[in-house]
């Protein structure tokens, strides 16, 4: 084996290693881990071609492979560079290097882009949109109703399996990044459709496949988080929503919808399950953008 294919091996070697290590030590979810392992192995790709590796590369190097993606978003190379950074951060605490060569690297200015949301009337027209006359048109109203409700991720919307769930407190308990647990209440409305759909139309969809999922597909199976996208795509059509949608955008809705009217911020925090509260501020931004919407609206002089 050559050279080269003796450190394309060793790279590899150390960045499943480092991937098994968070997953290990922080709980990190699989597409985390996938993201670092197409950032990292993207890195190491370059390097080989520049003829250089991992463990010898510079501060320079990494500059040098931060302006080769100059096609790319600034978002992207952010992330791409964090991967480097936390890569590199492992390898000298396992003595694979002895400076860190990410250390003095900046990162790309980022602006910060308010997270699309929906207006009250557009998440009413979207809850309205399926067919509750039908057994998939029951169980998407109920989906639509509890991500509404609590703002989970899609992963943890189609992952909900039924010991998750707490009917008679109105509450379903989630594990969700870094297995982290929380409890999230569903409001009297979600409750409803979603005791509505558990009665009269999850029995049909489970009657073969003895699933445990909340939400299953038509097949008995648990469900993708593409073909819940999908659906909401047909819903947002049929509401005659004009905007981009997606899971993601329903959550946001939830937290600007409660700041809106007056929830505190450590409480949506906490319901959204962030870590860290600045992640949640964001949602700040979009409640007083919305204000000033209204002020510029209707105010005689906005």
């Given amino acids: 084996m050559s050279t080269k294919e003796d450190e394309a091996s060793w790279a590899e070697q150390q960045i499943a290693t480092f991937l098994d290590t968070l997953w290990m030590e922080h709980g990190v979810s699989d597409n985390t881990l996938?993201?670092?392992?197409?950032?990292?192995?993207?890195?190491?790709?370059?390097?080989?071609?520049?003829?250089?590796?991992?463990?010898?590369?510079?501060?320079?190097?990494?500059?040098?492979?931060l302006a080769a993606l100059g096609r790319y978003s600034t978002r992207t190379l952010s992330r791409r560079l964090s991967s480097i950074r936390r890569f590199y951060r492992y390898m000298l605490r396992e003595a694979l290097i002895t400076t860190d060569p990410s250390a003095g690297v900046e990162s790309p200015r980022l602006g910060r882009p308010l997270p699309r949301s929906l207006s009250e009337a557009e998440v009413e027209a979207l809850l309205d949109a399926p067919d509750t006359e039908t057994v998939l048109g029951l169980r998407d109203r109920a989906m639509l109703e509890v991500l509404y409700a609590s703002g989970l991720r899609v992963s943890e919307l189609v992952g909900l399996t039924i010991t998750q769930l707490n009917l008679r407190q109105g509450l379903v308990r989630i594990i969700g990044k870094g297995n982290k647990e929380r409890l999230v209440p569903l409001g009297a409305e979600a409750l409803d459709w979603l005791e509505r759909y558990l009665k009269t139309g999850r029995p049909e969809l489970v009657d073969v496949s003895g699933s445990d999922a909340v939400f299953p597909s038509r097949r008995g199976t648990q469900m993708t988080r593409q073909t819940f996208w999908y659906s909401i795509k047909r819903y947002a059509q049929q509401a005659e929503i004009s905007k981009p949608l997606s899971p993601h955008v329903i959550r946001h809705a939830f937290?600007?919808?409660?700041?809106?009217?007056?929830?505190?911020?450590?409480?949506?925090?906490?319901?959204?399950?962030?870590?860290?509260?600045?992640?949640?501020?964001?949602?700040?931004?979009?409640?007083?953008?919305?204000?000033?919407?209204?002020h510029a609206e209707h105010h005689p002089r906005g």
């Fill in 255 to 294: 937290a600007t919808h409660l700041l809106n009217h007056g929830a505190d911020l450590r409480a949506v925090q906490m319901l959204l399950g962030h870590t860290d509260i600045s992640t949640t501020q964001i949602y700040t931004h979009v409640a007083r953008e919305r204000l000033k919407n209204l």
């Fill in 34 to 65: 996938t993201a670092y392992r197409t950032d990292l192995t993207h890195f190491s790709d370059w390097l080989n071609q520049q003829g250089d590796n991992l463990q010898s590369a510079d501060d320079g190097l990494i500059r040098l492979y």
